[in-house]
């Protein structure tokens, strides 16, 4: 019984509950815009490694104080540290992340209110959707119907396609990069589809004849022998309808040379990413054997598309500042990419296991544990002289798992710390990952910046 009931206490303390009478640590309030999501428990973070957590969230009719309570190693802040809230999952699992202030500037004491003014605000979806108009965003809405319907009854396909797409994805980190060093002639691709568009959409009315007629001569072409003589019945209306959209076509020439003019300096960079997509050409048939109903809901979504598409600027300066934040962690997992594979090949694992349950049927179930270690339960202020943990390995540090001395850790300052709780077995030498060089700098962990306008 006594048991059970440490084994509770030590369980309710990991999961970030507290006891009676236990002293509590250094504590400061942040007052926040907008804290829905944020609970009692919740991570605090900096740089990407939880200093703390969330004790109380006050809520009043528009904003919110939590009060949080971080480590004595990483206790107290400085005045000028600033804070955001921030989500984890698609779930909408919130956490604050805290950034320190200036080594110069005064501590803050224990229960004092970080300034409003240091609270940055979270950028969320329905920002950049009240960018536009109302009726901009009725249009959205329509055409987000459209797509539903579009890919409704074909999810076994998408799956398989999406199943399919490691190849392509495997040198996205190349691609990225590729397109992040032409970002100046990406933007006038851009802005040169966007005439092109305009043409096409001033004559939607020819373009859709087209379409058209060119689906009535491969649907009669199909029936071969048969159909053939259905096929030169029609021909000379087919030419008629032909000759009417090479005049209109003839009289947007001048458009479509400034689109090709436009899209000739990016014509060479995108030669490497052709080559690649050419691996998946397979995958990328089969997908395409199911676009005839998207095409048909893309003739009920164009005009839609056309209105956003000229409503798009606004929103595109939202979004720019951002591209900028994810392509350097774009860059980062490039480097780390054997890692992130080995990562997600783990979880994959996990949710493999299948077993015959009644009736010969097979069922599926997950075969993770969830593992306690003392570190984690036992709320030690100090890591034991036996830890050797990496929070930050350099690309490559799994090959090393075979190696005589094992994997190398982030530091070996805990040695000499007290030992709480002898190690079973013999312990594994320390020895130092130290710095490693990303993007030309040379440093114990990488310094993401946003990258260059």
Request: hydrophobic share 45%; with cysteine; aromatic share 6%.
């Amino acid at each position: 019984m006594l048991a059970c009931v440490i084994l509770s206490i030590l369980t309710w303390l990991s999961f970030g509950g507290s006891v009676p009478l236990q002293p509590a640590g250094y504590r400061i309030t942040i007052p926040l815009p907008d804290a829905s999501n944020l609970y009692s428990g919740a991570d605090v973070q900096m740089a990407g490694v939880d200093i703390g957590k969330v004790i109380r969230v006050r809520r009043t009719d528009a904003t919110a104080a939590a009060t949080v309570q971080l480590d004595a190693a990483d206790a107290p802040l400085r005045s000028g540290a600033s804070a955001i809230l921030r989500t984890k999952s698609l779930l909408g699992e919130a956490y604050l992340e805290l950034a320190p202030g200036p080594v110069d500037a005064p501590l803050l004491k224990d229960g004092s209110w970080l300034p409003a003014s240091h609270v940055a605000h979270q950028q969320s979806l329905d920002d950049v959707l009240q960018t536009f108009s109302p009726t901009t965003r009725a249009h959205l809405r329509q055409l987000i119907k459209g797509l539903s319907a579009a890919v409704a009854d074909r999810s076994q396909a998408l799956n398989a396609a999406l199943g399919d797409a490691a190849p392509a994805t495997a040198n996205l980190a190349t691609v990225m990069q590729t397109i992040g060093g032409q970002q100046a002639d990406l933007r006038q691709l851009v802005a040169g589809s966007a005439a092109v568009l305009n043409a096409l959409g001033d004559r939607e009315g020819t373009l859709r004849a087209a379409v058209t007629a060119g689906d009535q001569l491969l649907s009669t072409t199909a029936h071969r022998d048969r159909a053939l003589a259905a096929t030169i019945a029609a021909f000379p209306a087919f030419l008629t309808q032909l000759h009417a959209t090479a005049q209109t076509l003839g009289a947007a020439s001048g458009d479509l040379d400034r689109a090709a003019v436009t899209l000739a300096p990016v014509a060479r960079p995108l030669a490497p990413a052709l080559q690649e997509v050419s691996s998946v050409g397979p995958q990328v048939r089969a997908l395409l054997t199911e676009l005839p109903a998207v095409l048909r809901a893309g003739e009920r979504g164009l005009p839609a598309a056309q209105r956003i598409f000229r409503a798009a600027p606004p929103a595109l300066e939202q979004l720019y500042p951002a591209a900028r934040q994810v392509i350097p962690v774009l860059q980062l997992l490039g480097a780390v990419s054997s890692s992130m594979i080995t990562t997600f090949a783990n979880v994959a694992q996990i949710f493999n296991g299948t077993y015959v349950g009644p009736g010969q049927r097979i069922l599926d179930y997950a075969n993770g544990v969830i593992t306690f270690w003392n570190e984690s339960i036992s709320g030690w202020v100090k890591r034991l002289p036996t830890h050797r943990g990496n929070a930050y390995p350099k690309p490559g540090a799994l090959r090393l798992i075979s190696s005589p001395g094992g994997l190398a850790s982030y530091d070996c300052r805990n040695i000499h710390n007290p030992e709480y709780l002898p190690p079973f077995g013999s312990v594994a030498p320390c020895k130092t990952q130290g710095p490693w060089t990303y993007r030309g700098v040379k440093a114990y962990y990488p310094h993401l910046q946003p990258a260059p306008p």
